[in-house]
């Protein structure tokens, strides 16, 4: 089982037709005039054949980079234990979500990069700021 806020996905060489082709959408509510951002939304987990929660894919124009988000079905309200996985006993039910993900990325191509948490560039400030303690 893996954190998303310490996965980062990669998908070289995306276009508005590669987009279109694979199920992505153009979303109003994360786009304006400067930045278009497309996203895919399949369900991961369901209850007796109900969709309950959804995962959304969401790739910005001209970017590398894309953004995993689990929603309530057919909501805009983020699946908190998807986030916060250490508390709770939601191990089973994330192994199941995380199976689904992994499978659709897998088969759109897309690739695990190297988490960018920013911590080296904390320490480096951090570091700075000791050397110029006053004596």
Do not use: H
């Amino acid at each position: 089982m893996s954190n998303v806020l310490q996965k980062r996905l990669l998908k070289k060489n995306v276009t508005k037709e590669w987009l279109f082709d694979n199920g992505f959408r153009f979303n109003k509510l994360f786009s304006d005039e400067n930045i278009e951002v497309y996203t895919y939304r399949f369900p991961v987990y369901k209850y007796e054949n109900f969709t309950i929660l959804e995962c959304e894919l969401r790739i910005i124009s001209g970017s590398d980079n894309v953004i995993i988000d689990v929603y309530d079905y057919g909501t805009i309200n983020k699946y908190a234990p998807f986030y916060y996985q250490e508390y709770g006993n939601y191990g089973k039910m994330l192994e199941k979500i995380w199976a689904k993900i992994n499978k659709v990325i897998k088969a759109l191509g897309i690739e695990e990069g190297e988490a960018s948490d920013g911590s080296k560039n904390k320490k480096d400030k951090r570091r700075c700021n000791y050397t110029n303690k006053r004596k």
